[in-house]
């Protein structure tokens, strides 16, 4: 089976360097999907709802192509949290987060338009975090970093710093999780490896 022009319908930098670093150039082409919409209580429906409303908002833009779209949320103490709204909210949320243990949810949707097929997945990721004091919190959000990212943090950034410990998926607190999408690919008849070539 010949491999379809691949498609990341997210501006999120950090995926296209994981698709990039593992041998996937992909055609950016972020959502214009209004995530507002979306108003659901389950962690895994939401992000699942999420990244299928991203990818569908894209696909008429292509003919003939593979195109994944993603979402991330933290769960804590029964709360979903996507990106802050303000420093405010990031620094209140980060005196939430500390010392606790959140489950980092990422939504994939793969609609390939060569066999009008859509798989819908999720993965998640159990994140232990520091217990990090209010100076360092406060200096951390003067950087801007945690403004742009679901959870509040990046993992491969600044933030890492403040992670004691991943269990689970490794790039799925990055924001979309290698090994599904592996899997996800394999499920519609692709390896991998032929995008390397």
């Not at 939504?107 to 009008?116: E, P, S």
Request: some cysteine; proline content about 5%.
């Amino acid at each position: 089976m010949a491999i379809p022009a691949f498609v990341l319908a997210s501006a999120s930098p950090a995926r296209r360097r994981l698709l990039q670093t593992a041998g996937i150039d992909p055609i950016v082409c972020p959502s214009a999907f209004d995530e507002s919409q979306i108003q659901l209580a389950s962690p895994r429906d939401l992000v699942q709802t999420l990244a299928k409303g991203k990818a569908a908002a894209v696909a008429p833009q292509f003919n003939g192509a593979l195109i994944l779209g993603c979402d991330s949320v933290l769960a804590l103490k029964g709360d979903i949290y996507g990106k802050p709204d303000s420093p405010a909210e990031a620094i209140d949320r980060w005196r939430q987060m500390r010392g606790q243990v959140g489950e980092l949810y990422t939504g994939h949707a793969l609609i390939d338009q060569v066999q009008q097929r859509t798989l819908v997945q999720h993965q998640v990721t159990r994140v232990h975090f520091a217990l990090v004091s209010d100076r360092q919190i406060e200096t951390y959000v003067a950087t801007g970093e945690p403004l742009h990212c679901a959870g509040c943090f990046a993992l491969e950034g600044r933030g890492g710093f403040f992670v004691e410990k991943i269990e689970g998926c490794h790039s799925n607190v990055i924001g979309l999780s290698m090994p599904l999408l592996r899997q996800m690919l394999a499920e519609l008849g692709y390896d991998v490896t032929e995008f390397w070539l």
